[in-house]
Every structure is written in C-alpha cells, then in structure tokens.
C-alpha cells in the first residue's frame, strides 16, 4: 500500500516451524499433482478473474507464462484448505484470547479521507468492536490494516502456512514479508497500485476485488501528491457515474478493468503494478504475502 514494507524475521522463523509441523502431518500437506482444468481466455469483456483450482507449480507457471514481465490476475482456489486459520479464526474469542490486550494500529476512515485517523488500541478491544459491529461501516469499527500481526501476536503465525505458490517465483520464498488486514464490512481500500507481487490470501469472510491493469494508469487519475501518487483520485470507484465524477475524471469511465470475489480460503495473486480497489463483503480477514 502507500507505507512503507519491511521484512518480518520472527515470522519466517514462525513459519517455517509451522510448515515443518505440515510436512510431519502428511494429511495436511499441499498435494501437486498433474492435474488438468479448463483455462478460459483471458477476457477483459468477461471481466472475470480465472479461478484455478490447486494447481501444481508448474501449471501455475504455464498459466502465467513464468518468467516474465507481463503477469496477470489469478484466483487460486482449494490450495490453503489444511491451514488451521481457516476454522479458528472465525471464532472472533479465539484471537481475543490469542491477542489479549497487545497494542494495535486501528485506523478510522480510508487514508484518502480528511478525517482518516490512527489510534493505538488493545487487540482485544478491537476485535470486540468488531463482534458488536452491525455489519456496517460508520466510522465506529475501525480497520486493523497492512499490520505486521504476527509480530505482535507471534502464535498466530503457527495457525497459518506459507502458500505453496511462491515457489512459482523464482526468490519469492526467500524475500516475502506478510501483513494482516481485519476489519468490518464495507472496509474500503482506495483504488492504488504496490511496488510488490502479492498473493493475497482470504482467511474468513469475502471481499469484491476491482483490477486495472498498468496500462490504464492514465485513465486512472493517480495523485500529484508525492506520498499519494500510487492511488488514485476517483472515490466512486464501483458507482461512478454522477455527472460531478464525469467532468473531474472523465476518462475513468473507459478503463478496462477485471474483478472478483475472494473467498475463504482463495488466493488472489494480484502482480506488481496492477491498480486495485478493495471492498469487505462481509468482517474479513486477509494475509498479504509480498515481495
């Protein structure tokens, strides 16, 4: 996103702990086979995101065209289903007593907005702001956003794995980092590009993804402000329309765009560069995995 990343040492240790436990348990293990599945052309008429499901490394490679520079959107779908988070964490109690009352960054409204706001708050004290939201965004419930959770609460990281789809990228093992996001229903993330590849992973709930590719960066309208100038200036990014958005953005109309809907358990790799525009369908929790 629009802050700076780092590195996340503690988590890899974690995790590699975590994916030795999957390897021991061989039940819970990715299983790549040789599988085949229809593959769709990739339609910007369509508008639809191929979901492929479980493939092996080498089809996700084929599919992609790997190594290159011209990466498109996919949805992976049936890869992450052995990974614990994806049951314990829809008891918001669970990670309550998990966190207990460490310190987190909760933030009030998107960054583009003038009354964004950041306020330090008990992990405990948010999560049961969220077990009393209504389901609506009204600046009450805040968003726990691109957080390095698993520094702060270390213990969660042993309840996730590392996808096995990184191995699809020559040094991603190696370099990624990972960041949390929680929060309500109709959380928005503003329309932005990151200068990092991304599998973005959906651990409880939905979210309705919206991609542009790189080429339409001009018909996006990205900030002139120095800190802001991966996002885009077009708010009513789903309902655009109003003939205000029209005389102050008036090519945003003819982007060309591609969208889904991750699901639980779904892996959308979303590559570097591609503008994206975010809504929670339901209280959500994702894992980006960067590098």
């Known amino acids: 996103d629009h802050r700076k990343h780092s ?5 890899d240790l974690l995790s590699m702990l975590s994916r030795l436990s999957y390897q021991l348990a061989p039940s819970f293990r990715f299983r790549s ?3 085949q599945w229809n593959v769709r052309k990739f339609s910007v008429e369509k508008r639809g995101i191929e979901r492929l499901k479980d493939p092996s490394i080498q089809q996700l490679q084929q599919y992609l065209g790997i190594p290159t520079n011209e990466l498109k959107p996919v949805v992976i779908t049936n890869s992450i289903d052995h990974w614990p988070s994806l049951q314990t964490w829809k008891d918001l ?4 007593r998990k966190g207990g009352d460490v310190q987190v960054p909760v933030e009030t409204f998107d960054y583009m907005n003038p009354l964004f706001k950041r306020n330090i708050i008990p992990f405990e004290e948010y999560i049961e702001s969220l077990k009393e939201s209504d389901n609506k965004r009204k600046g009450k419930v805040g968003y726990l956003a691109q957080h390095d959770l698993f520094d702060d609460i270390p213990i969660l990281a042993q309840e996730v794995g590392i996808p096995d789809q990184l191995k699809a990228f020559p040094g991603a093992e190696k370099k990624f980092f990972t960041n949390c996001w929680i929060g309500p229903a109709n959380t928005i993330s503003p329309l932005h590009k990151d200068p990092y590849h991304n599998l973005f992973t959906q651990i409880t709930g939905s979210k309705y993804v919206r991609l542009f590719d790189p080429s339409q960066a001009e018909k996006l309208y990205p900030s002139s402000n120095i800190r802001r100038r991966n996002t885009s200036l ?31 358990g779904d892996i ?24």
Not at 93 to 96: E, F, N, R
Not at 250 to 258: H, I, T
């Open 234 to 264: 077009v708010r009513n990014v789903e309902n655009f329309g109003n003939e205000a958005d029209k005389l102050q953005f008036p090519l945003f109309e003819s982007a060309e765009y591609v969208e889904c809907v991750v699901n639980e």
């Open 7 to 11: 590195p996340n040492s503690s988590f």
């Open 93 to 96: 109690d669970h990670l309550k």
């Open 33 to 35: 086979t040789n599988k």
């Open 268 to 291: 959308l790799f979303i590559p570097k560069g591609w503008w994206h525009h975010i809504r929670s369908e339901t209280i959500s929790i994702s894992i980006s995995f960067w590098w």
